[in-house]
């Protein structure tokens, strides 16, 4: 049986050190503060951008909510967003995707001031991540890390298999596996015997956006397995990527469903606001 990695927990244990910097900040008059960008009124959308004003909350950090209509024009959140760059209050710009079909979301990420990109989307924050460079690193592979570290899986040296290849996913979990020098491979919809490669995995690594694709037959016997997908099924039950009542037995360790990656993702946009604050106010040694 495995162990089940316990996303609630430490993301809440990251989301109270986060507070407790804070409150350290405080005592040098600096109160970090987030803005979030809502466009249009996607149903999943409004749910998150909610949870991270309340997150916000919990924090003790200030919040700028900007909720847009659905025909806001390109041009329209463009110029928001330069509005918010040069607010001196505002430490990080998260604007909430998928955004209206009519809108760019590449010049939108591109417009986001590189110093305030908490999402960790922003070209110059994935080129100082792939070159080893401080700076943003995006959200949810930040968390996976989190929770590998924090459950004190060691990966140096590891065989570490990633699947999926998306820009705020599967590539940034690839590098950042890389710097924790385990020997990677990123395996997509192209790869040919997924299977077998995933079979050579000690730490399987799941973004692969299909309900439980990933069974017992994808896994080594004793492999840490981290779950990242998320979907909604029919009566509102989630699931992730990988069929945890079959990859369970087989594993050492595996995140469950919800309670493993889902929670990371927003104590990672806290420690990225934190940190993108003290970076401003010159306090970080890097
Ligand atoms: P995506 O659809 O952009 O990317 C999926 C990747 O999987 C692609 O690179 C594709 O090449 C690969 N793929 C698709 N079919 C495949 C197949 N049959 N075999 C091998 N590879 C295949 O998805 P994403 O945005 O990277 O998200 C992945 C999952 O993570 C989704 O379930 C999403 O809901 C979830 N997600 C969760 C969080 C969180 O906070 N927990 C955040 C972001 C995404």
């Given at each position: 049986m495995a162990e089940l990695i316990d996303g609630k927990a430490i993301s809440q244990a990251i989301k109270d050190e986060v507070r407790n910097e804070r409150a350290?900040?405080?005592?040098?008059?600096?109160?970090?503060?987030?803005?979030v960008i809502l466009c249009g009124n996607d149903p999943a959308s409004t749910v998150y951008v909610s949870n991270k004003k309340k997150a916000c909350e919990y924090c003790g950090f200030d919040s700028v909510s900007l909720?847009?209509?659905?025909?806001?024009?390109?041009?329209?959140?463009?110029?928001?967003?330069?509005?918010?760059?040069?607010?001196?209050?505002?430490n990080g710009i998260l604007v909430q995707l998928p955004l209206p079909s009519h809108i760019d979301e590449n010049a939108v990420i591109a417009?986001?001031?590189?110093?305030?990109?908490?999402?960790?989307?922003h070209a110059v924050s994935v080129g100082n991540l792939l070159i080893g460079r401080p700076g943003f690193v995006s959200c949810t592979p930040?968390?996976?890390?989190?929770?590998?570290?924090r459950s004190g899986v060691e990966m140096a040296g590891k065989e570490c298999v990633v699947?999926?290849?998306?820009?705020?996913?599967?590539?940034?979990m690839a590098v950042l596996m890389l710097r924790e020098n385990a020997t990677v491979t990123v395996c997509h919809s192209k790869?040919?015997?997924?299977?077998?490669?995933?079979?050579?995995?000690?730490?399987?690594?799941?973004?692969?956006?299909?309900?439980?694709?990933?069974?017992?037959?994808?896994v080594k016997e004793g492999a840490?397995?981290?779950?990242?997908?998320?979907?909604?099924?029919?009566?509102?039950?989630?699931?992730?990527?990988?069929d945890f009542e079959s990859v369970e037995p087989v594993a050492s360790k595996i995140t469950p469903v919800p309670g493993g990656v889902g929670p990371m993702t927003i104590?990672?946009?806290m420690k990225n606001c934190l940190e993108g604050c003290m970076r401003q106010n010159g306090l970080l040694n890097e």
């Open positions: 350290e900040l405080e005592k040098k008059g600096i109160r970090p503060c987030l803005a909720e847009l209509p659905e025909e806001t024009t390109q041009e329209e959140l463009l110029s928001k967003i330069r509005e918010l760059n040069d607010d001196k209050k505002v417009a986001i001031a590189p110093e305030k990109d908490v999402d960790g989307f930040a968390g996976v890390i989190q929770l590998l570290k699947i999926g290849r998306s820009n705020i996913v599967g590539k940034p790869t040919k015997n997924l299977r077998e490669v995933c079979k050579r995995a000690d730490i399987l690594i799941v973004a692969v956006g299909k309900p439980k694709m990933i069974d017992a037959s994808y840490v397995v981290i779950d990242v997908g998320i979907h909604r099924l029919e009566g509102k039950k989630l699931c992730g990527d990988v104590a990672m946009l």
